[in-house]
């Protein structure tokens, strides 16, 4: 879908700017030059009909108003897509945070914004990704997905540009949605296997052990024994493996795939805020901590779906962008076997 999407948006910015342009010297660039240029008219728009709704207020709560919007829109336009796409995501996760403060949704959040690994539900790997219960654990993936996402986005970008003018790309944004959702599902999957595959046998197991003691003679007493087995594993299970949720699995991969294409970089925390470091000792040293808290068994963070994400941005890194464009290449003979017939 992202890729078909890509092609779509692609072949309709080509279209509109052939007519301007000899194609042998149309390039990614020109493309990205009309969408900011419509962008920008866009945004203009926007601003004149917001000045025609509050045109019967005060005048300097107009001027205010206007100031701020001015502000919002100008900032907007001028970073770039990759920054436009991470805050675009970080809305749609402070509005689910948003909804998790209303007393009344959070029997409904619990359900379906948590990915609970016993629950028998699947499409909670989708919708816990978005899903932040504390404001600092929002604030803190915001802010990364920021930094790692934007030079995702690059990275992507950097890597298309090598396939022009055979391949043109309009917008890099539906491939970095691709590998963002496919990362987070893949980091929430590791750890759902560890926790059904791995804890949850062991959970069982530890009861059928401790049940050998009180041997029954009776199939009323052998009943009410594994009624009382299932009991305790259900509890233990319960304070064992918990519910999961946020988007630190698709951040990880973000950062793991940004340390690999951009080596040079030097990173530094700004809570607490800290000297720059390479971004290579960064990430190891955050995969270092990861994994001992995976073998130790620390809950405090879901470590599992940390190292599934890093594990996926490296595999990305490696074999991505190449897959990225077979896949679009692939689609379009498609496409054209369907127009010939």
């Known amino acids: 879908m992202a890729a078909a999407n890509t092609d779509v948006e692609t072949e309709y910015w080509v279209k509109r700017l052939s007519s301007g342009w000899r194609s042998a010297t149309l390039g990614n660039a020109d493309l990205v030059k009309a969408q900011y240029v419509q962008l920008g008219q866009e945004l203009q728009s926007g601003l004149e009909r917001m000045k025609e709704v509050y045109q019967s207020i005060p ?164 009943g009410a024994a594994s009624t009382a087995v299932a009991s305790t594993a259900a509890k233990a299970s319960a304070g064992e493996i918990l519910p999961s949720l946020g988007a630190s699995g698709a951040i990880y991969a973000c950062v793991t795939l940004t340390a690999l294409a951009f080596p040079e970089t030097e990173i530094a925390l700004f809570i607490p805020p800290t000297f720059p470091i390479p971004i290579q000792w960064g990430v190891g040293g955050m995969l270092m901590i990861d994994i001992i808290g995976a073998a130790r068994g620390w809950r405090v963070l879901d470590h599992w779906a940390h190292l599934g994400g890093a594990a996926f941005g490296i595999f990305y890194y490696v074999y991505g962008p190449d897959f990225w464009s077979n896949l679009r290449e692939n689609i379009e003979d498609m496409e054209d076997d369907v127009d010939a017939s």
């Not at 107009?62 to 336009?77: P, S």
């Not at 770039?80 to 809305?91: A, D, F, H, S, V």
């Not at 403060?101 to 790997?125: E, I, V």
């Open 59 to 222: 005048l300097l709560l107009q001027v205010y108003i206007t100031k701020i919007h001015v502000t919002v829109a100008q900032t907007y336009l001028d970073n770039n897509e990759g920054k436009r796409i991470c805050w675009k995501i970080c809305l749609l996760n402070a509005a689910v945070y948003a909804a998790w403060k209303f007393k009344r949704f959070q029997p409904f959040m619990n359900l379906r914004f948590m990915h609970h690994p016993l629950s028998g539900m699947s499409y909670t790997l989708l919708t816990s990704m978005f899903s932040h219960r504390s404001l600092p654990h929002l604030l803190f993936n915001c802010l990364a997905l920021e930094s790692f996402g934007a030079a995702a986005v690059h990275y992507f970008s950097k890597e298309q540009a090598k396939h022009q003018p055979d391949q043109l790309e309009a917008t890099p944004k539906w491939h970095f949605l691709a590998f963002y959702t496919s990362a987070g599902l893949f980091a929430g999957l590791v750890s759902h296997i560890i926790s059904t595959k791995w804890r949850y046998p062991r959970i069982i197991a530890q009861a059928l052990s401790t049940s050998k003691a009180a041997t029954t003679t009776t199939a009323t007493a052998a």
